[in-house]
């Protein structure tokens, strides 16, 4: 038997953040904050994976924020 996964991510992207791992967690803070999780779980997912992504140009960082 397979379960969907609910992934949801918020990206914090811009050049003018200087250091992408304080960008990652200002998104995963972002997920927080605006209650995603809430509302996948009120629309039935039963497994969440959170990441905070920073990018600029090239460069890319992802930080896995937990799972539920």
Known sequence: ?????????????????????????KALSQIDEKRYEERLLEEGAMHILKYGIAFCKKRCL??????R
């Open 62 to 67: 992802v930080e896995f924020g937990g799972a």
């Open 1 to 25: 038997m397979q379960v969907p996964i609910q992934e949801h991510s918020a990206c914090n992207a811009g050049a003018s953040e200087a250091d992408p791992e304080v960008a990652c967690r």
